[in-house]
Antibody, heavy 126, light 107 residues
Framework: EVQLVASGGGLVQPGRSLRLSCAAS????????MHWVRQAPGKGLEWVSG????????AYADSVKGRFTMSRDNAKNSLYLQMNSLRAEDTAFYYC???????????????????WGQGTLVTVSS | DIQMTQSPSSLSASVRDRVTVTCQAS??????LNWYQQKPGKAPKLLIS???NLETGVPSRFSGSGSGTDFTFTISSLQPEDFATYYC?????????FGPGTKVDIK
């Protein structure tokens, strides 16, 4: 069974940093692209970032570009999101999700989110 | 960015009702559209891919149709476990974008 377990969320002050992790199991992690999707409490879904199987393609939403860095360690079956210069508007549940194939760009057939992890809550507040 | 709209934003329905949700893209996305179900406190779940392809294990009362800019999601006979919020999502272009969601609750 595919399992994705996100961790690392918490309360952080504006301008500070936080690193999220996602532990994957139940599938060949190094064969698949991965994504982070967030959801502010009571709001809709926003794609944040995606990374291809070999980290050759990494993409970001404009709202986080230059502040967030997505990475992966295939040897550890783990995904990361380094979040710097956090803002109040970054407050959300952050979900990791698996793509259907190794690539994450639409041209290469990426852009699916299935399945999703349980989410970890990031609260940015003073 | 491709903007996704959904209607209605919410609806109230009874068990065994037929429910239809529409999703519109701001430009042609062919059939590069997914539908997700999200229950309170849970992560979303992929129900339909490529606009009309039912994912493995998803009940056949769920269906999707459409291409280009206009899409429809239907529950043929609403069951108690179907009360949730439904989102469409395009994967034709980066950034991937979602509709605002349609909340289906009990009448």
């Amino acid at each position: 069974e595919v399992q994705l377990v996100a961790s690392g969320g918490g309360l952080v002050q504006p301008g500070r940093s936080l690193r999220l992790s996602c532990a994957a199991s139940g599938f060949s992690f190094d064969d698949y692209g991965m994504h982070w999707v967030r959801q502010a409490p009571g709001k809709g879904l926003e794609w944040v970032s995606g990374i291809s199987w070999n980290s050759g393609s990494i993409a970001y939403a404009d709202s986080v570009k230059g502040r967030f860095t997505m990475s992966r360690d295939n040897a550890k079956n783990s995904l990361y999101l380094q979040m710097n210069s956090l803002r109040a508007e970054d407050t959300a549940f952050y979900y990791c999700a698996k793509d259907k194939g190794g690539e994450i760009t639409p041209q290469a057939g990426g852009g699916w989110f299935d399945p999703w992890g349980q989410g970890t809550l990031v609260t940015v507040s003073s | 960015d491709i903007q996704m709209t959904q209607s209605p934003s919410s609806l109230s329905a009874s068990v065994r009702d037929r429910v239809t949700v529409t999703c519109q893209a701001s430009q042609d996305i062919s059939n590069y559209l997914n539908w997700y179900q999200q229950k309170p406190g849970k992560a979303p779940k992929l129900l339909i891919s490529d606009a009309s392809n039912l994912e493995t294990g998803v009940p056949s009362r769920f269906s999707g149709s459409g291409s280009g800019t206009d899409f429809t999601f239907t529950i043929s006979s609403l069951q108690p476990e179907d009360f949730a919020t439904y989102y469409c999502q395009q994967y034709d272009n980066l950034p991937f974008t979602f509709g605002p969601g349609t909340k289906v609750d009990i009448k």
